[in-house]
């Protein structure tokens, strides 16, 4: 007979998991509860059990029937997966199902019946077995990490705090009588105790009576001096790391400023580079798309280039209906640049050794002294691409008007795009000779115009 194999990874499995996380973290708080405050005989507490043993019981069937992954392996051989599950986990599920406390309470004296009550505690030793789902939970890469670690680090605290409360009410001579002046719940008034005990701040109106008490009070208090220590140390560091970017971001903001102190930078030079830092970190998040990955291997990194600039593919009207191998080529070869406002991206007269498609930002096609603009260009234009196509030196300055973000293309895979693609090849010529023409004809007309003045003047002279 063939049997189902789970696999781990499954969401019926994982959904399995968070109940039985959930019974666990139920069955931590309602058991010791039950006991201190006398009501483990009543009815609701004997069902509550009944399901709590009849989950975990299933759980030790499910884990049976689960398979596991060695190396990114998945074994799903029935005898390997009980050899493992008999080798760890096993005897604690077993422990912590076994129904020790209904047999204690059959053989056990009428006056002797409340220590079997305490045998259902082992039903807690579940939580060891729920450590996995827990830091499956802790390795959720969609929920911000700082806010996991601060969440499991409170509830790890509230659950100890119960704990001791519910053993302090155990330790504790009558709780209710000691101070008659007070009304409140004595698991609240334990609670309490706990809190100003493994806070170590101790206001003392509770204090130990026998030599019971006394011990107990010693060992919460060692204990909560090294959690105070625990928890300052642990949430000082959630804290640094809540936004790991931001907290990198920040120090290295400080050592730009610390080293353009240092230097002397003017003024104006000094808030045009910490503007570009804001900038990098509200566009981009202070990342470079560039050099974050690169230790990646070259198919994974080849996958994160094309997703990441598949929107500047879009953007741009001369790869509309290009072959997913063209895309291919040119995104790969991709590198993100940033401009600051009133950058010369290009400057006429220069070699060219890149063109440049703008994703997002304003530039103008200025002429060399910038005092005439013969176009405008947008996100998804291009430009630089004269220089390259007919290796002539740029034929106009290309000024930034805001901050710009731009990918540069390099020469040499411009021209390998060109001889394998035809088609793009033969549109950007046409695109580059428009452009020309019309560059060159406003700088007829204005020579045409500057000679007339000149005339004008020599006439008036
Ligand atoms: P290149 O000559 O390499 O460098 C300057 C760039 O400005 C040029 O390539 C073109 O991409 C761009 N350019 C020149 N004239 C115009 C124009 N009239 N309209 C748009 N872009 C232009």
């Known amino acids: 007979m063939t049997s189902i194999i789970i696999n781990p990874n499954s969401r019926k499995k994982i959904i399995w998991d968070v109940l039985v996380l959930a019974i666990t973290i139920f069955a931590t708080v309602y058991i010791p509860f039950a006991i201190v405050s006398d009501i483990s005989n009543s009815g609701l507490y004997k069902i509550v059990s009944v399901v709590i043993t009849l989950i975990f019981f299933l759980d030790i069937l499910v884990a049976f029937h689960t398979g596991f992954y060695e190396q990114r392996e998945f074994i799903s051989g029935k005898k390997r997966i009980r050899k493992r599950y008999l080798k760890r986990g096993f005897v604690i599920d077993l422990i912590s199902v076994f129904p020790l406390f209904f047999i204690l309470t059959l053989v056990l004296t009428p006056e002797n019946q409340h220590v079997a009550e305490y045998f259902s505690l082992l039903r807690l030793l579940k939580l060891f077995r729920v450590k996995k789902t827990i830091s499956r939970i802790r390795n959720n890469k969609h929920i911000n990490p700082g806010l996991i670690r601060m969440s499991l680090l409170s509830f ?86 809540i936004d790991v970017a931001k907290s990198q971001y920040q120090e290295k903001m400080e050592k730009v400023t610390t080293f353009l102190r240092y230097k002397h930078i003017p003024l104006d030079l000094k808030t045009k580079i910490i503007d570009y830092y804001d900038y990098l970190w509200e566009s981009r998040r202070g990342y470079d798309e560039a050099t974050i990955l690169e230790d990646l291997p070259k198919p994974l990194q080849t996958s994160v280039a094309l997703f990441l600039n598949q929107s500047i593919i879009q953007k741009v009207p001369i790869f509309e209906g290009a072959s997913e ?10 590198k993100p640049v940033v401009f600051t406002p009133g950058d010369y991206i290009v400057v006429k007269g220069e070699v060219g050794y890149e063109m440049f498609f703008i994703s ?76 020309q023409e019309e560059t060159e004809q406003k700088q007829l007309k204005r020579q045409e115009v500057a000679e007339k003045l000149r005339s004008k003047s020599e006439e008036n002279e």
């Open 156 to 241: 790890w605290i509230l659950l100890s705090a119960h704990l001791i409360s519910c053993a302090w009410i155990a330790v504790w001579d009558d709780p209710a009588l000691l101070n008659p002046l007070n009304s409140s719940h004595p698991y609240l008034r334990a609670f309490y105790w706990t809190m100003t005990t493994l806070t170590t701040i101790g206001y003392g109106d509770i204090t130990p009576n026998t030599s019971l008490e006394t011990f107990f009070v010693i060992i919460v208090e060692l204990i909560g001096a090294g959690m105070y220590g625990f928890i300052i140390g642990n949430i000082a560091n959630i804290i640094a790391n």
């Open 360 to 435: 997002s930002g304003i530039v103008d096609v200025v002429s060399e002294d910038g005092s005439l603009v013969y176009a405008t260009l947008g996100p998804g234009s291009f430009f630089g691409e004269i220089a390259l196509l007919l290796s002539v030196p740029r034929n106009a300055s290309i000024k930034a008007r805001g901050y710009c973000d731009c990918y540069s293309l390099d020469k040499e895979t411009f021209d390998l795009v060109l001889v394998r693609f035809p088609r793009f090849a033969k549109r950007i010529r046409e695109m580059a000779e428009k452009r």
């Open 325 to 334: 191998e063209f895309i291919k080529e040119i995104i790969l070869n991709l």
